[in-house]
Antibody, heavy 117, light 110 residues
Framework: EVQLVESGGGLVKPGGSLRLSCAAS????????MNWVRQAPGKGLEWVSS????????YYADSVKGRFTISRDNAKNSLYLQMNSLRAEDTAVYYC??????????WGQGTLVTVSS | QSALTQPASVSGSPGQSITISCTGT?????????VSWYQQHPGKAPKLMIY???NRPSGISNRFSGSKSGNTASLTISGLQAEDEADYYC??????????FGGGTKLTVL
């Protein structure tokens, strides 16, 4: 069974840092691009970042560029999102997502990040 | 990276058909056949319903269909059922190799 399990969310003060992890199983992790997608409370989906299977192609939304870093460890079947200089507007559920071509075919259950003093 | 434009809400009665529009630009929706649609029930993760404008993943009912004309894509749900009540989001790959989502549409089954 294909599974994506996020972890690492929590409460952090503005300006702080947090590292999200996503453990993948049930598929050949290195063969798929992966995305992080977030959803602020009561709001819509927002694409955050993408990384190709071999980490050769990485892209970020303008709203997080320079503050967030996406990475992956194919040996550990894991995806990461390092989030620095966090702001209140980064408060959201962060989803790990498996990509096939140009669609998200598998979503994790999400991890909540709350940025508040 | 402006969000795609969707109506905030649509509604229909059981058995009826509804259509949700998704308007972008020539740099995203209009430029590529890379539009996908996702269904999200409250408190749940999104679920892929349509990919590459009009293709249904395995297991998705043929009551769901997608199309595109110019910069606007559409999702049509026919034979509305109570379990179709959910939020629906469109998404498009863009010319910048980024992704953009629509603001979401709340579907109410009357």
């Amino acid at each position: 069974e294909v599974q994506l399990v996020e972890s690492g969310g929590g409460l952090v003060k503005p300006g702080g840092s947090l590292r999200l992890s996503c453990a993948a199983s049930g598929f050949t992790f290195s063969s798929f691009s992966m995305n992080w997608v977030r959803q602020a409370p009561g709001k819509g989906l927002e694409w955050v970042s993408s990384i190709s299977g071999g980490s050769g192609y990485i892209y970020y939304a303008d709203s997080v560029k320079g503050r967030f870093t996406i990475s992956r460890d194919n040996a550990k079947n894991s995806l990461y999102l390092q989030m620095n200089s966090l702001r209140a507007e980064d408060t959201a559920v962060y989803y790990c997502a498996r990509v096939l071509d140009t669609a998200v075919i598998t979503w994790g259950q999400g991890t909540l990040v709350t940025v508040s003093s | 990276q402006s969000a795609l434009t969707q109506p905030a809400s649509v509604s229909g009665s059981p058995g009826q058909s509804i259509t949700i529009s998704c308007t972008g630009t020539s740099s995203d929706v209009g430029g590529y056949n890379y539009v996908s649609w996702y269904q999200q029930h409250p408190g749940k993760a999104p679920k892929l319903m349509i990919y590459e404008v009009s293709n249904r993943p395995s297991g998705i009912s043929n009551r769901f269909s997608g199309s595109k004309s110019g910069n606007t894509a559409s999702l049509t749900i026919s034979g509305l059922q109570a379990e179709d009540e959910a939020d629906y989001y469109c998404s498009s790959y863009t010319s910048s190799s980024t992704w953009v989502f629509g603001g979401g549409t709340k579907l109410t089954v009357l």
